[in-house]
């Protein structure tokens, strides 16, 4: 297989240190990430104000992954074409349009405030997406090795954890300070921020393409070696994190766990994920992504077995713990992987392929833990999930010999 980063030379105008541009694609993440966070945690709590359904509340919530998924094509070629900055500015302009028809949702009365808010979603949704699909692409292509390619993940896979707390939080409080207009306004003007950290992005000039026998479809890229295998791993590990935050709850409540201790569950979980980042770059040059990949999926598998059984909040903590260990460091081997795998000049098509099953199996997965859950009963999704994610890891050894054939 050819060396991606050799290929990755010539499409560089200019070299900065790979620090200085890797902050300011975590701040543009954060600044795009932030509004849709914000959106999606103040929207749903209008609507309810409003005495609007709770129906109405699904429905608005499941638009916010339902554009990416229908998108995320259309932004990997234009991030392929284009590099960075174009696409960076299409996914400000939507996110901004989307906290734009926020605010004008509060001037409404019924039911036009809700449309508003749908079309909020939407464009939120989208625009978070296309940004997150050019960032990690650019990401990628800025580093010069394997290795780099794990730290570079690793540092990249803080920011929706930062954006989800700083847009709900922000959004928060200003709706208890000075009341939704005013925090949806808020959140509009975050995505600005982001234009003004892309000026530390080199522009890319993409080497000339050579002629090719007829148009390329996207799902041709499918086949190529060992990207299905890797789809899968990351559906089964996406999957894997939804049926937590989805049974956790759930089973908390069964166990007569009061909410904060619930939450505090939840948020061990985040904390391990956020600190299994911090570390891997320090131990990038000692992991391969197959074993790592591997090991997690394994550890995952263990840790769904156990969880039914667990009768205390202090040892659900623990399993919390051990799980967002595992599941934090599948990120970056999965991104580094994708890299090796696809051709270099099709980073963004197979980046907006991987989005489109996280999407899909956000949106949908929720409706089919709920009938399992109702049909099984909720503990027996996690051995469900666990023994599926064992069954996966081989897949994910066999990506492994792929990437180093």
Not at 44 to 67: D, K
Not at 109 to 117: E, S
């Amino acid at each position: 297989m050819p060396d991606p980063f050799q290929a990755a030379a010539p499409a560089r105008r200019h070299a900065l240190p790979l620090a200085n541009v890797l902050v300011a694609l975590i701040i543009g993440q954060i600044c795009l990430h932030s509004t849709m966070a914000g959106v999606r945690m103040a929207a749903p709590l209008w609507v309810l104000r409003a005495s609007h359904s709770e129906w109405a509340v699904g429905v608005l919530m499941g638009l916010f992954a339902a554009a990416p998924i229908v998108l995320a094509l259309q932004a990997g070629r234009l991030a392929d074409r284009h590099g960075y900055h174009r696409p960076l500015y299409v996914a400000v302009g939507l996110t901004t349009l989307g906290g734009a028809f926020a605010v004008l949702a509060t001037f409404f009365a019924a039911p036009f405030d809700f449309t508003a808010l749908c079309l909020a979603a939407i464009l939120a949704g989208a625009g978070a997406n296309y940004g997150l699909i050019a960032i990690q692409r650019t990401a990628g292509r800025s580093a010069r090795d394997a290795t780099e390619l794990k730290r570079v993940f690793s540092w990249l896979g803080l920011a929706p954890a930062l954006s989800n707390v700083a847009g709900p939080v922000l959004a928060g409080a200003l709706i208890d300070v000075a009341g939704f207009r005013v925090a949806f306004g808020a959140l509009m003007l975050l995505p600005v921020f982001g234009l003004w950290s892309a000026r530390r992005v080199p522009i890319e000039t993409p080497p000339p393409r050579a002629p090719r026998a007829g148009a390329q479809s996207s799902w041709d890229l499918l086949r190529t070696p060992g990207l299905r295998r890797l789809l899968l791993v990351n559906w089964l590990v996406s999957s894997s994190w939804d049926v937590h935050s989805f049974v956790i709850p759930i089973l908390g409540h069964e166990r007569g766990f009061s909410a904060s201790a619930i939450g505090l569950v939840l948020g061990v979980f985040a904390a391990a994920v956020a600190l299994v980042r911090l570390a891997i770059p320090t131990l990038a040059h000692r992991l391969r992504e197959s074993r790592v990949l591997v090991g997690a999926m394994l550890l995952t598998a263990a840790v769904f077995a156990v969880y039914p059984f667990v009768r205390t909040p202090w040892t659900m903590c623990a399993c919390a713990v051990v799980l967002g260990l595992a599941l934090g460091a599948v990120q970056p081997m999965i991104m580094s992987t994708l890299h090796q795998l696809t051709p270099h000049d099709r980073h963004g098509e197979a980046i907006a392929l991987r989005s489109m099953t996280i999407n899909f199996s956000s949106a949908v997965m929720p409706l089919a833990f709920g009938v399992a859950g109702a049909a099984l009963g909720v503990a027996s999704l996690f051995w469900v999930m666990g023994a599926l994610v064992a069954a996966g890891s081989v897949q994910a050894r066999r990506v492994g010999l792929t990437a180093r054939a």
